[in-house]
Protein backbone atom coordinates (compact mmCIF):
# COMPACT_ATOMS: atom_id res chain seq x y z
CA UNK A 1 0.00 0.00 0.00
CA UNK A 2 3.11 2.50 0.76
CA UNK A 3 4.85 1.75 -2.13
CA UNK A 4 2.03 2.14 -4.41
CA UNK A 5 1.43 5.65 -2.28
CA UNK A 6 4.69 6.48 -3.36
CA UNK A 7 4.67 5.74 -6.89
CA UNK A 8 1.38 7.51 -7.56
CA UNK A 9 3.41 10.43 -5.41
CA UNK A 10 6.47 9.93 -8.22
CA UNK A 11 3.93 10.12 -11.31
CA UNK A 12 1.99 13.23 -9.96
CA UNK A 13 5.92 15.13 -9.45
CA UNK A 14 7.41 13.77 -12.81
CA UNK A 15 4.00 15.22 -14.34
CA UNK A 16 3.94 18.11 -13.02
CA UNK A 17 7.59 18.77 -13.52
CA UNK A 18 7.22 17.93 -17.23
CA UNK A 19 4.42 20.97 -17.21
CA UNK A 20 6.40 23.26 -15.78
CA UNK A 21 9.46 22.47 -18.44
CA UNK A 22 6.93 23.01 -21.40
CA UNK A 23 5.14 25.87 -20.23
CA UNK A 24 8.62 27.63 -19.57
CA UNK A 25 9.79 26.69 -23.32
CA UNK A 26 6.73 27.50 -25.00
CA UNK A 27 6.84 31.20 -23.21
CA UNK A 28 10.36 31.67 -24.00
CA UNK A 29 9.79 30.61 -28.00
CA UNK A 30 8.74 33.89 -29.64
CA UNK A 31 9.36 35.83 -26.67
CA UNK A 32 10.37 39.62 -27.89
CA UNK A 33 13.31 39.27 -25.62
CA UNK A 34 15.06 36.85 -27.18
CA UNK A 35 15.52 38.68 -30.26
CA UNK A 36 17.63 41.46 -27.24
CA UNK A 37 21.62 42.15 -27.57
CA UNK A 38 21.80 40.04 -30.85
CA UNK A 39 22.12 41.08 -34.23
CA UNK A 40 19.13 41.59 -36.35
CA UNK A 41 17.91 41.72 -39.70
CA UNK A 42 14.46 42.64 -41.31
CA UNK A 43 13.74 39.97 -44.20
CA UNK A 44 11.71 41.65 -46.46
CA UNK A 45 9.33 39.66 -49.51
CA UNK A 46 7.75 42.39 -51.01
CA UNK A 47 3.75 42.59 -51.85
CA UNK A 48 1.76 45.57 -53.32
CA UNK A 49 3.69 48.00 -51.30
CA UNK A 50 3.73 46.40 -48.27
CA UNK A 51 6.05 43.32 -47.08
CA UNK A 52 5.98 40.14 -45.10
CA UNK A 53 8.99 39.13 -42.47
CA UNK A 54 9.24 35.97 -41.01
CA UNK A 55 11.97 37.49 -38.25
CA UNK A 56 9.10 40.62 -37.85
CA UNK A 57 6.33 37.58 -37.10
CA UNK A 58 8.88 35.98 -34.74
CA UNK A 59 9.85 39.01 -32.94
CA UNK A 60 6.18 40.56 -32.54
CA UNK A 61 4.67 36.85 -32.22
CA UNK A 62 2.54 38.19 -35.17
CA UNK A 63 0.65 36.00 -37.86
CA UNK A 64 -0.64 36.81 -41.14
CA UNK A 65 0.40 40.29 -40.79
CA UNK A 66 2.51 42.59 -43.49
CA UNK A 67 4.61 45.28 -42.80
CA UNK A 68 5.55 48.95 -43.91
CA UNK A 69 7.60 51.78 -42.88
CA UNK A 70 6.47 55.42 -42.66
CA UNK A 71 7.57 58.10 -44.54
CA UNK A 72 9.00 59.53 -41.50
CA UNK A 73 11.14 56.30 -40.81
CA UNK A 74 14.75 56.00 -40.34
CA UNK A 75 15.90 58.32 -37.52
CA UNK A 76 19.86 57.76 -36.69
CA UNK A 77 22.13 59.78 -34.15
CA UNK A 78 25.89 59.19 -33.58
CA UNK A 79 25.25 55.82 -31.70
CA UNK A 80 22.19 54.05 -32.48
CA UNK A 81 19.50 54.14 -34.77
CA UNK A 82 15.54 53.51 -34.57
CA UNK A 83 13.44 51.68 -37.26
CA UNK A 84 9.54 52.60 -36.76
CA UNK A 85 7.65 49.60 -38.07
CA UNK A 86 4.24 49.11 -38.82
CA UNK A 87 2.32 45.72 -38.58
CA UNK A 88 -1.40 45.74 -40.80
CA UNK A 89 -3.22 42.17 -40.78
CA UNK A 90 -5.93 41.89 -43.78
CA UNK A 91 -8.68 42.76 -41.71
CA UNK A 92 -6.49 46.66 -41.73
CA UNK A 93 -5.84 46.07 -37.89
CA UNK A 94 -2.24 48.15 -37.00
CA UNK A 95 -0.03 47.65 -34.75
CA UNK A 96 2.73 50.43 -34.52
CA UNK A 97 6.44 49.36 -32.88
CA UNK A 98 9.82 51.25 -32.71
CA UNK A 99 13.40 48.68 -32.78
CA UNK A 100 16.18 50.53 -31.44
CA UNK A 101 19.48 49.36 -32.66
CA UNK A 102 23.30 49.75 -32.31
CA UNK A 103 25.57 50.62 -34.82
CA UNK A 104 26.11 46.89 -34.77
CA UNK A 105 22.96 46.15 -36.19
CA UNK A 106 22.25 44.47 -32.26
CA UNK A 107 18.57 44.86 -31.91
CA UNK A 108 18.78 46.55 -28.12
CA UNK A 109 15.10 47.34 -27.67
CA UNK A 110 11.49 47.13 -28.79
CA UNK A 111 8.28 49.39 -27.68
CA UNK A 112 4.78 49.26 -29.34
CA UNK A 113 3.21 53.15 -29.92
CA UNK A 114 -0.33 53.20 -29.11
CA UNK A 115 -1.99 53.63 -32.12
CA UNK A 116 -2.86 57.14 -32.88
CA UNK A 117 0.09 58.72 -30.70
CA UNK A 118 3.13 59.88 -31.74
CA UNK A 119 6.79 59.67 -30.05
CA UNK A 120 9.73 62.42 -29.80
CA UNK A 121 13.26 60.85 -29.82
CA UNK A 122 16.74 62.74 -27.83
CA UNK A 123 14.06 63.81 -24.92
CA UNK A 124 16.35 65.67 -22.54
CA UNK A 125 15.26 64.85 -18.52
CA UNK A 126 16.51 65.94 -15.78
CA UNK A 127 19.99 64.99 -14.87
CA UNK A 128 21.10 64.49 -17.93
CA UNK A 129 19.02 61.64 -18.94
CA UNK A 130 17.87 61.09 -22.58
CA UNK A 131 15.39 59.05 -24.09
CA UNK A 132 11.68 59.15 -25.87
CA UNK A 133 8.70 60.57 -25.21
CA UNK A 134 4.82 59.35 -26.50
CA UNK A 135 1.41 61.16 -26.90
CA UNK A 136 -0.80 63.09 -29.04
CA UNK A 137 -0.33 65.61 -30.83
CA UNK A 138 -3.02 68.44 -31.10
CA UNK A 139 -2.38 70.31 -34.20
CA UNK A 140 -4.75 73.28 -33.61
CA UNK A 141 -2.50 74.76 -30.62
CA UNK A 142 0.91 72.72 -31.61
CA UNK A 143 0.85 70.95 -28.59
CA UNK A 144 2.15 67.73 -27.62
CA UNK A 145 0.59 65.70 -24.95
CA UNK A 146 2.88 63.38 -23.10
CA UNK A 147 1.33 60.23 -21.89
CA UNK A 148 4.37 58.39 -21.11
CA UNK A 149 8.51 59.13 -21.22
CA UNK A 150 11.12 56.52 -20.70
CA UNK A 151 14.57 56.75 -20.42
CA UNK A 152 17.40 55.38 -22.77
CA UNK A 153 20.58 53.97 -20.80
CA UNK A 154 23.97 53.42 -22.40
CA UNK A 155 23.22 50.16 -23.85
CA UNK A 156 19.94 51.83 -25.83
CA UNK A 157 17.40 49.83 -23.29
CA UNK A 158 14.18 51.70 -22.53
CA UNK A 159 13.25 52.36 -18.81
CA UNK A 160 9.94 53.85 -18.05
CA UNK A 161 9.93 57.13 -16.18
CA UNK A 162 7.30 58.32 -13.76
CA UNK A 163 5.39 60.80 -15.07
CA UNK A 164 6.37 63.54 -12.35
CA UNK A 165 10.23 63.59 -14.56
CA UNK A 166 11.36 67.33 -15.75
CA UNK A 167 11.86 67.36 -19.34
CA UNK A 168 14.82 69.68 -19.87
CA UNK A 169 13.97 69.79 -23.45
CA UNK A 170 11.46 67.57 -26.13
CA UNK A 171 12.50 67.78 -29.84
CA UNK A 172 9.34 67.44 -32.43
CA UNK A 173 7.98 64.17 -32.29
CA UNK A 174 9.21 62.65 -35.58
CA UNK A 175 6.60 62.37 -37.58
CA UNK A 176 6.55 66.16 -37.76
CA UNK A 177 9.72 66.71 -39.42
CA UNK A 178 8.58 67.20 -42.49
CA UNK A 179 8.34 69.94 -45.29
CA UNK A 180 4.77 70.64 -44.59
CA UNK A 181 5.81 71.60 -40.79
CA UNK A 182 8.35 73.54 -41.55
CA UNK A 183 8.64 76.37 -38.46
CA UNK A 184 6.20 74.83 -36.32
CA UNK A 185 8.80 74.38 -33.67
CA UNK A 186 8.29 78.59 -32.74
CA UNK A 187 4.62 77.15 -31.79
CA UNK A 188 5.63 73.72 -29.99
CA UNK A 189 4.45 73.09 -26.53
CA UNK A 190 4.59 70.42 -24.62
CA UNK A 191 3.56 69.17 -21.41
CA UNK A 192 3.54 66.08 -19.50
CA UNK A 193 0.07 64.59 -17.88
CA UNK A 194 -0.61 62.23 -15.19
CA UNK A 195 -2.14 58.56 -15.91
Keep these: MRLQRLNIQNKLIRRLITSLLLLILISCKNNPTN ?3 KFFFIDKSEIEGLYKS ?15 EPDYVGTSFETYYVIDI ?18 NHVLCDTIKIPWGEIYSLN ?14 FHKNDTHFEIKE ?9 LKKLSNNVNI ?3 P ?4 LLSEENVGIEEYFKYSIVEP
Excluded: W
Excluded at 123 to 136: L, P
Design 168 to 170: IKC
Design 35 to 37: FVG
Design 123 to 136: VEFENRIKGIAIGI
Design 172 to 175: LPTE
Design 54 to 68: KNLDALFTLKDYSYF
Design 149 to 157: VYEMNNNFR
Design 86 to 103: VAQNELNHKIHYLLFFDN
